[in-house]
């Protein structure tokens, strides 16, 4: 066996796991999605959402997928999507936000322990998701046919209604029967499994191709000016390319392992917190919200720009260099 048919068999199995372990997580969220989605709570709360969602395009019932996103993965988010029928633009803005403000819990624990400044960088987030929302919300109308941002609280037409009537089955309150709502389940459930394998093994397959061949050792190489636009350090140049490439939980890792030999300032790992959380794992998730039906150019070149402007005026703002940190540079 070759080494590059072991890579793309190491991949595969890989792919095959990480498949198995996020539809253990995904199956059950999309099983209480649909449920919840047929009960008068779900009605009632996304009728008081609805003015907030309005902020960015959306209807009222893309509360619930925002809201599984904060507290969970991207791949709780597409589980949680499955259970609606949103359009290509709704899709897409929704995913814009998330991709911005996603498993807040976890991923503020990993920034914490790495060293980064945890609380700063939850502020940001939640910030640069607001922003990101309403400007995609607004590209989404013109370019993808959504709805445009409302900015007024009251009611009114934007989005659409959630007020249909309740019929009672068993005590419990639904708008439809188990005769419709266990099919559901069944198909869905059979789509997600279908469309998760389609996209982890493939990706998996990649990410060790990349691994193996070191291929993002080789980009960092070549893209020094990037840290002059950026105003980084080169060292952190690696865990960027890493985190952009393949996830935050990628780059950490790497981080961490750069930090025993070199530890990065606090400046340097402010901007590297600034950038991921603005923009990581684009290979991973711009082909996971595809599949949910986002906008795959719209999605990865927003991303990209947001993060590389957001990054580069906050380096020479909020994180400027100070006179002493020039003078080491020259001194090196």
């Known amino acids: 066996m070759t080494v590059f048919s072991g890579v793309i068999k190491d991949g595969a199995l890989k792919g095959l796991r990480t498949a198995r372990m996020l539809l253990t997580i995904m199956i059950p969220i999309y099983l209480g999605v649909v449920l919840v989605q047929h009960t008068s709570l779900y009605y009632w709360f996304a009728e008081m959402t609805l003015p907030v969602m309005r902020i960015f395009g959306l209807p009222g019932d893309a509360v619930l997928p925002v809201i599984t996103g904060f507290f969970a993965d ?73 709805n445009a941002p409302e900015f007024s609280l009251s009611d009114g037409a934007g989005g659409r209604s959630a007020a249909p009537g ?59 000016l990037f840290c002059r636009l950026l105003d980084i350090a080169e060292e952190a140049l690696l865990p960027l390319l890493v985190g952009l490439l393949l996830g935050v939980t990628y780059g950490a890792g790497v981080l961490a392992e750069l930090n025993r030999t070199r530890q990065l300032d606090k400046r340097n790992m402010a901007l590297l917190g600034v950038f991921l959380f603005s923009c990581h794992g684009v290979l991973e998730m711009t082909y996971l919200f595809a599949v949910a039906n986002a906008s ?37």
């Open 74 to 146: 991207e791949y709780a988010v597409v589980a949680a999507l499955s259970g609606f029928s949103f359009s290509k633009a709704e899709v897409t803005v929704i995913a814009m936000i998330i991709l911005c403000l996603h498993g807040v819990p976890v991923e503020t624990v990993i920034t914490k322990k790495i060293g980064m400044p945890a609380g700063r960088i939850v502020l940001f987030r939640l910030g640069l998701a607001a922003m990101t929302g309403i400007l995609a919300g607004w590209l989404a109308s013109v370019f993808l046919g959504g």
């Open 166 to 224: 309740f019929v009672s089955y068993n005590g419990t309150v639904f708008d439809v029967g188990w005769d419709r709502i266990l099919p559901e389940m069944g198909l869905g459930t059979l789509t997600m499994a279908f469309n998760v394998l389609r996209i982890i093994i493939p990706l998996m397959i990649g990410i060790e191709l990349m691994l193996v061949y070191h291929i993002v050792e080789k980009l960092a190489k070549k893209l020094k």
């Open 296 to 332: 795959i150019a719209f999605v990865s070149g927003l991303r990209l720009g947001i993060a590389i402007a957001v990054t580069a005026i906050a380096a020479r703002t909020v994180f400027r260099k100070k006179p002493q940190d020039d003078a080491n540079e020259n001194a090196e």
